[in-house]
């Protein structure tokens, strides 16, 4: 972007001449035939990128560069995250300068606390999803919505009378992630006795 000559900061391409005198008292002339090269620019994106646990992010750092080198030292184009960290990319153009940009890979992670599992019909189970966050100090800012209940709170409590699937999505600014878990239902056998007696009848133990 700029050169240091004979005390003067130049950046712009042009021809300069500093005039300089000898030990011997005549003058000496250096011209300076100077060309400066735009600075390349990069842009990966939003300098935090917040995606879900066992999803991944592609980096890309754009086209028309002779080299580039990420921070775990890749030299492709483009690379996938999917891990959280921090992931930083140089890069180097036709004429040999260099620029950098970086991203921070965050991670969001829903997971209900309730394995599938198999209840009696007419029983009822709790379940909590559970939230956490890579970067994230202190308990995550997120909106709940539960499926097919409509439920917006962490807990919910269901009794379910056939089998059902119940997701938990999990919002955080515009990124929306998800748990589900199957609660089996098996149903209570109802049997039915058709008899005629004349007096009494031993039923149950009674």
Known sequence: DSLVWYGTTLTTTGNYEETLQTTTGCDSVVTLDLTVNTSPTIDLGSDTTLICEGTSET?????????YLWSDGSTNQTITASISGNYNVTVIDANGC???????????NVDID?????????????????VSQTYLLGTPIVNYNWSPTLETSSSIVVNPDTTTIYTSFVTSGTTVCQDEVVITVNQTDLVTLDSTVCDSVFWGGL
């Open 59 to 67: 980096l890309d750092a754009g086209l028309g560069f002779n080299s």
């Open 98 to 108: 260099a620029t950098s940009d970086s991203m921070v890979i965050d991670v969001l």
């Open 114 to 130: 309730q394995n599938d599992t198999t209840i009696c019909e007419g029983d009822s189970v709790v379940l909590l999803s559970n």
